[in-house]
Structure formats: C-alpha cells, structure tokens
C-alpha cells in the first residue's frame, strides 16, 4: 500500500499521549504529508518542537486546523465543545473531523452543533493508551492490534468514514463501528468502573498507609500493583469521562456494589461453595479474552518488574 | 556461595504453582540435595513425575517427609491443618516447618497444635504468583526480587529462621518478618480485597455478556483486561484465603464501600474538583510502588500483547 499519504494536512488539536502517537504511527506510515499541532498549554507545545513530536507546532487551534482535510480533536471530553466552537470558522470544507475521546455521545452532544456545512464529524475512540501521559508519553505501536471503535452518526459520509478507518487500520488499529449510546455502556463496563474501582483502592490503602507506615507500598502484591498502575493514568481525562458517561457509569457502579455485597455476604457467613463457585465462573471470561487476542495467556504478574530487575 | 546444599531433603506438601517453582529454583540453585513432592491428586503426582518437577513424587506425606530436614506446606490455607495433622508423627527432630499461605494467623492456629517438639514451625508466604495454577504452571525465577514474609512465633528458633531465610534468599527473593496479625491485615489491602473486587467486576461484567453479547469480551479495555486476569487465578486458594482472613476482608471492604459511595456521589453530583483531587492523590502511590522497585515505570497496559502479536 505505498500509494503515498492517506491526508495531506493533519491537525491534531491536544499534544497527549494519544496524538503524539498518532503523529509517530502516521509519520513512521507516511500517511499523512505533514502533521500540524497545537496544544492550550505553552509547556506541552514547548516540549512539543523540541522533541520533534509533530512537523510543526502552531500556537493557535485556529492556524492548526486551517486547511486541514483532517482535524482530530484529542482533549479531555469536557474540552471538546470549546475547542469545537473556536476552530468550527476556520475547518476547511469536506474536512474530516474526528475526536479521540472515551465517551461518544456527550462529544457528539458538545461538538455536534459546531461542525459547519460540507465539514464530515466522524467520532471515535482508540481503545489503546497507558498510564502515562503528556506530550513524551507517545509510542508509534501504541495503536497496533487495538480497536478503534468509531460511532459515526445517521447522516455522516460512507466515503469519509472509509477514508478515516483506512488510516485508523494503517496505523495498525482494527476498526470497528457501533453507536454512541451503545458505545458508552460497553466502555462503562470494560474500562470506565474498573478504572474507578482502581482508584478507590488505591485510595483505601492510602489511608490505611498511615497505620502501617510503607508496607502497603512496599509489600504490594500482584492485585495491588495492577490496580496502581491503572490509578496513575491521568486525573483531567478520567474525570471528565464520568461525568459526561455518568449514567451508563453510575449502573453500572450500582449493579458492581450489589455484586460485591453478595460476596462480602458469604464471606460474613463463611459460605466457601458460593464464593468458589462465582471464581470458577470468572475464569471463562479470562479464557474468551485470550481466545479473542486481546491478551496472551503469558503469566505477567509482576514478571516485567523482575525481568527489568534481572 | 558455592557451599553445597542448605538443605539435604526438602519435602513439597502440594505441587502447584508456588512448590513447582520452590522445586525448580532450588533444583537450578543447588540449594536441597534432594526434593520429594506429595499431591493429594493421582493426577497431579502423574504430571509431576511426567515432567520431572521434582527429584522423587511419593505417594503418601508421610513419606514425603520422612527424614526431611525442610517440609514446605504448599496447599491451600484451608488444607493446612488437615495435612498437619496426618504429617505430625512423621517429621523428624529438628526439621523445619513452614509453609506458604496467603493467611498468616489462621494458619498457626490450625497447624501449631500439631507441630510435635523439636520440629521448628516456621511460617512464610512469599509475595509471587501468577493467575495460573497446577504442578505445569512454576517457574525457577518466580521468587526473584519479590518479598517472602515470614512470621515467627516468639518461641521460635532463630537459628532455623536465619536457615529458611537463607533458602529464600537464595531463590532470589527478600525476606522480612513481621506478624502474623499484621501480615493479614496488609495483605487484605494489598492483595485480598483487590482480588476479590477484580473477580466482582468481571462477574457484572459477565451478566452484561448477555446484554451486550460478546463485545465486552472484544472491546476488553485496558482495566478490564487487568480485572480478568486477576479473576482467573486459582478458585480453592482464593476461596480459603477469604474465608480465613475473615475480619481484616471484612474491614478492607467496608472501607472500601465507603470510598466507591463518596466518588459515586460526587459522579452523580458532577462534583468535577473532587473526583480530579483524588484521582490525582492516586498517582502518588503509584510513584512510591515505582521507588519502592516493586514495579517498572514502563508502560504495559496491553503492550505484552501487541508485542505477542507482532
């Protein structure tokens, strides 16, 4: 597929993990003939140009998107809306424009309205990230053997959309199209509670850290450790996704704590054959999961860290 | 430290994951002369002998540990006692007794009384695993740079503590010792509780299945993903673990229900400072378990298996 770039001219509005790994895939791919970028924050720009992140850093979200015939907005979800309303006057006619946010339709609620005439709004959102974050956290790979979910809308153009997957697929990603709505119940489930549980325990230890001094830190088991990592990820984003994913989130919260006072309940009562029964039960899905290539079955818990060490 | 063996018959009560790889990191170290290994499973004993994870599989404890001068209680925590009990008569003067269960005070309790005098009971759980189990799943470098938490009782002899931590440290982990109280409550923090909310959350997760067909399974994000791996580790030892760390389960989780409520609210109020305050309050934690080398900082979240792929 050398057949040269997919766009000529791609504005990545917000310098983060996400779109500097974009830029990185689209550049290593020669998919896109420049890459332009801006960031609100001076910092990130500054640190922007001098790792070379994208061909050119602009200070204006305006002079970025200017005859851009891709445009990808990739703020938090509660800054979309904002920065839709401040490029919407300068998007060129039959541009693309996409988000990277993890909620759907409260982007396409806040940006929706802004996109002019002639413009194609196709949301999405790459299942793919770390827990880092900021303008040094991208990686070209990042990308490879994800999904790419996009929830185009009733009205939006079958050929813009297949020119959006094809640079979502020749950056390694596997593209998948779902509606909004349905979108955000199924991240609520795989992604968005987990990640708030996460944080939740980690906050539990914290204030029991001061009981028991550095152990909690210095003794954390595999569990424990899986969790940190997953409540190291950036505070802005994941705030703003619960509260624009805030119903599919809170039912989700709401049938996860019924969940656990079953559990907790047997183990009040010393109920061993309900508690090993529901363990049992959880084992398929982790089998479905490496069936399905999202995972390998390589044990890793905590071998990354002794490899590193060895 | 080529000084010969520590130990002249190492005795492995349990052939899953934990002794197999006692068995091969001792074996690869040159640090037991010899290794019997005992499983209550036919099946388990014919794998082991199949693959040579031990010098010599026996068919009964007893005469596993006949003239052991190590007898190594490898089974799960509510086992313990039982195995104790049948091995009793059978230890021989001076050995040393440890085992290695998630749970530290019900273990004494269950196996204390049995202990005949002169066999030094010492016992030990070493922070490593993976979530999978069977004589199949060990590894000689499983311990490496992980902790091993022993907790002597106040009689017991300094002199065979300082030989089993020599053991350990030879297999490549850190000893500490603490007690046996305290060790249940850090690890209900530290591990307990995270493996029990990790099973919960891929139990709502699987009556969601339903809903929303196999997509939760396909789109498993990166904290989901992380959850199900968790969730797959062995039913039995979990089950036992539960039960037998009772109150400090019990305590972790009310504290944490407490916590998920508070966040719940400010998600439902759309309390954006509060749930940005704490998320941030996370990553601190996570820098210490980082400092504490408990960890790497790079970025895994899905990457072994885009690697896997590739």
Known sequence: ???GPIFQRVALIGLGLIAGSMSLAMREGGLAARVVGYARSAE?????REIGLVDEVVDSAAEAVAGAD???????????????AEIAPHLAPGAILTDVGSVKQSVIDAVGPHVPEGVHFI????LAGTEHSGPRSGFATLF????WLLTPLPDSDP????????????MGANVDRMEAPHHDLVLAVTSHVPHLIAYTMVGVADHLRRVTESEVVRYSAAGFRDFTRIAA???TMWRDVFLHNKDATLDILGRFAEELFVLQRAIRMGDGEHLHKYFTGTRAIRRGIIEAGQDTAAPDFGRAAAKAVR
Do not use: F, I, Q, Y
Not at 75 to 83: E, I, S
Not at 144 to 147: Q, S
Not at 161 to 170: G, T
């Open 44 to 48: 990130t720009r500054d640190t922007a």
């Open 70 to 84: 891709l445009v990808v907005l990739a703020v938090p979800v509660g800054a979309m809306g904002a920065v839709a």
């Open 159 to 170: 050929e813009a959309v297949e020119k959006l997957s094809a640079l979502v697929r020749a």
């Open 233 to 235: 990820s950036d505070p």
């Open 1 to 3: 597929m050398s057949e």
């Open 144 to 147: 490879r053997n994800r999904w």
């Open 123 to 126: 949301p999405g959102h790459p």
